[in-house]
């Protein structure tokens, strides 16, 4: 049976079985070091809605990145589809900007940012993680020649679902991941969305938003396991002018998407001390 708790948590259960067992009972001899697990200090400590991909811990084998050319589909437009490791922001938005650029924050989103505490995160407090903003968790791409769906493995099992042959209503509800719609720019899958709601973080910086958000993201399988992301920001109603971002994905081609409910495992936000931008973890 696998279980359904993810590296901060099994890390934080054996951290209590240790010094339990070491009130208990006399102090071990001293033993040789452990080899190092490899992970760095975001990965050892980031909380549900943030941090490097969880299955760097060991829970499932490290993937190599496989190389040769892009694959295509019988009607000659690359093939999107697998299982995907990171392709947008996690920690900073800042992070996929061009050498030199700066986020074109207004005075009242930087205002807001900086009142935003860490444990209000509402990836971290299992809520959908929004455009672009990606969890530390795997996620697939199911393509079709009428829809393209992206699914989620982390937070609450989210899904995007992307119409290929449509067009956006003229006033749509407010929600978390919009209103997308596809269309192909030679080897590009371009994804054109409006219709946000305001309620998700850019990143665990806090990066605000607003119901004006609208985004068009440029997917290009740069080969077999690359596949670029580079998405432009507009959104009036919270900065200065449109601005690009720039993040990529890697394929892994020998992972599944776990049962992971983010309700049943989130223990970390509550703990979560100060601002975003203070937060040690981070």
């Known amino acids: 049976m696998k279980s359904n708790l993810r590296g901060p948590q099994l890390l934080a259960m054996a951290l209590l079985l240790s010094v339990g067992a070491t009130a208990q009972a006399p102090a071990p001899a001293p033993k040789p070091p452990a080899k190092s697990s490899g992970l760095s200090v975001e990965e050892a400590t980031s909380p549900a809605g943030g941090g490097a991909n969880p299955d760097t811990i060991g829970l499932r084998p490290r993937d190599v990145t496989p190389h040769g050319p892009t694959p295509r589909l019988a009607d000659g437009h690359p093939d999107l589809s697998g299982v995907w490791s990171g392709g947008g922001p996690v920690r900073d938005l800042a992070?996929?900007?061009?050498?030199?650029?700066?986020?074109?924050?207004?005075?009242?989103?930087?205002?807001?940012?900086?009142?935003?505490?860490?444990?209000?995160?509402?990836?971290?407090?299992?809520?959908?993680?929004?455009?672009p903003r990606i969890a530390p968790f795997p996620w697939r791409i199911v393509q079709t020649p009428t829809h393209v769906f992206f699914l989620f493995e982390g937070n609450i099992h989210s899904y995007r679902q992307i119409f290929m042959n449509a067009k956006h209503p003229v006033d749509p509800d407010p929600t978390w991941y919009g209103h997308s719609i596809g269309s192909w720019d030679r080897d590009t899958l371009v994804v054109d969305t409006i219709g946000f709601n305001d309620k998700f973080w850019f990143d665990f910086q806090g990066h605000p938003h607003t119901e004006q958000l609208h985004t068009i993201e440029r997917y290009t399988r740069k080969d077999m396991g690359t596949l670029e992301n580079k998405v432009t920001i507009n959104d009036p109603g919270a900065y200065s002018k449109p601005f690009t971002v720039t993040f990529t994905a890697t394929l892994r081609p020998h992972e599944e998407l776990l049962e992971y409910i983010c309700q049943e495992n989130q223990q970390d936000a509550q703990h979560l001390i100060g601002n975003s931008e203070e937060t040690p973890s981070r």
């Open 95 to 131: 992070q996929g900007l061009a050498a030199g650029e700066t986020i074109p924050l207004l005075p009242a989103a930087k205002a807001l940012m900086d009142k935003r505490q860490s444990k209000d995160d509402p990836e971290a407090n299992c809520l959908p993680a929004g455009i």
